[in-house]
């Protein structure tokens, strides 16, 4: 069965400082691998996505992830945290079955980026 | 530019009382259509899809349903809410049919069933 984890509930990084949210990833084939990020009582907006060519991966706001096919991973990075990038990050694979478009999200991650 | 629109914002319903939330998208065609469930703020649950008018799949058994009445319209209904209907209700939309994988999110809405 095709899975996502995001193994840390909560990221703590001080303003200024990279920062380095985890996903690993379970699927049969290649992936296709998303980042969403959710701000209090609002929607998800889409950062970035992985589905071929180079393994890192520019999305927006500064973000970026790095595909590691051998470490099954895909981990957002930023080299210098605001504290406007405090909120909740999702990492997502497409469910290759039948075509449908399905997203398998994680369990989403906390993002507190003090100044 | 597509838009993705739903409503309400938020609800407050009483157990048994029906629900209707809709959502639309605008400038696009045959998007395939999804609703999720997002319970205590974390997890993202998928509820249903559609990939064309009155094309409805079920993800999980439970007391709501869904139908698709026009191409860019979902809407999610229950004839009878339960406490735990409650919850944050997230409709998307993708553009497979044109290549697009990555899933465009409305803004939510929040119910709450008392």
């Known amino acids: 069965a095709q899975s996502v984890a995001q193994p840390e509930d909560q990221v703590n990084v001080a303003e200024g400082n990279p920062l380095t949210v985890k996903c690993t990833y379970s699927v049969s084939g290649n992936p296709y691998l998303f980042w969403y990020v959710q701000y209090p009582n609002r929607g998800l907006q889409f950062l970035l996505k992985y589905i071929t060519g180079d393994n890192l991966v520019k999305g927006s706001y500064g973000f970026e992830a790095e595909f590691n096919k051998s470490q099954t991973s895909f981990h957002l990075k930023k080299p210098s945290a605001l504290v406007s990038d405090s909120a909740l990050y999702f990492c997502a694979v497409r469910d290759k079955a039948g075509n449908t478009g399905k997203l398998i999200f994680g369990q989403g991650t906390t993002l507190q980026v003090k100044p | ?114």
């Open chain 2, 1 to 114: 530019s597509q838009t993705i629109h739903q409503w309400p914002a938020t609800l407050v319903q009483p157990v048994g009382s029906p629900l209707s939330l809709e959502c639309t998208v605008e400038g696009t065609s045959n998007p395939n259509l999804y609703w999720y469930r997002q319970a205590a703020g974390r997890g993202l649950q998928l509820l249903f899809y559609s990939v064309g008018i009155g094309q409805i799949s079920s993800e999980v058994p439970q007391n709501l349903s869904a139908s698709r009445p026009q191409d860019r319209q979902f809407i999610l209904s229950s004839k009878k809410l339960l406490l735990s209907d409650s919850g944050f209700y997230l409709c998307a939309w993708t553009a497979i049919r044109t290549g697009g994988l990555e899933a465009f999110f409305g803004q939510g809405t929040r119910l709450t069933v008392v």
